[in-house]
T-cell receptor, first 113, second 116 residues
């Protein structure tokens, strides 16, 4: 069965620091990948998605992610975080043309002033 | 569009009581998903529907849980009887497939359930 792993459960950064959150998936076929964000007290919102083409995907609010097929990874990055980026971030994978998203366990990011 | 609408936003109930959570998906979306979020287990897919038909309910924890989608604009998740370990945030999400399937889910605000 497919799975999505996020190895960083809690990350604390100072404002302006660079961010990279890891995401690995276990599936050998065609895969679509997503990053969702959940701000405190809010619902999940889509940050960015990868279906095909350029493996470097740019999303909202300055976030980007790189799909590296050989490493089964889809890490999320932001060059300079802001306090307002404090949230929980979820990586998710959709495989084989299906409609069942599998989510990782999430990474709680706290950005300190 | 109003987005995915869930009710109630918060529910506090006592063990053994029946709980019904409601969801109105985005108009025109053909998939509806129920997820449960807890600190221990993260986001778990409970069940999803396509065109009102349940497709995969393998994530439903036990017989106490049931879900229905009587029409394209309404779904319920019922827990009977409820137990303290059911305390979680329950999210409903919907999506629109267009042949290949975009996979982008639109989530509701969630229903926070506390069972005492």
């Amino acid at each position: 069965a497919q799975s999505v792993s996020q190895h960083n459960h809690h990350v604390i950064l100072s404002e302006a620091a660079s961010l990279e959150l890891g995401c690995n998936y276990s599936y050998g076929g065609t895969v679509n990948l997503f990053w969702y964000v959940q701000y405190p007290g809010q619902h999940l919102q889509l940050l960015l998605k990868y279906f095909s083409g350029d493996p470097l995907v740019k999303g909202i609010k300055g976030f980007e992610a790189e799909f590296i097929k050989s490493k089964f990874s889809f890490n999320l990055r932001k060059p300079s975080v802001q306090w307002s980026d404090t949230a929980e971030y979820f990586c998710a994978a959709l495989t084989g043309g299906g409609n069942k998203l599998t989510f990782g366990t999430g990474t709680q990011l706290k950005v300190e002033l | 569009d109003a987005g995915v609408i869930q009710s109630p936003r918060h529910e506090v109930t006592e063990m053994g009581q029946e709980v019904t959570l409601r969801c109105k998906p985005i108009s025109g979306h053909d998939y509806l998903f129920w997820y449960r979020q807890t600190m221990m287990r993260g986001l778990e897919l409970l069940i999803y529907f396509n065109n009102n038909v349940p497709i995969d309910d393998s994530g439903m924890p036990e017989d106490r849980f049931s879900a229905k989608m009587p029409n394209a604009s309404f779904s319920t998740l019922k827990i009977q009887p409820s137990e303290p370990r059911d305390s979680a945030v329950y999210f409903c999400a919907s999506s629109l497939t267009s042949g290949t399937g975009t996979g982008e889910l639109f989530f509701g605000e969630g229903s926070r359930l506390t069972v005492l």
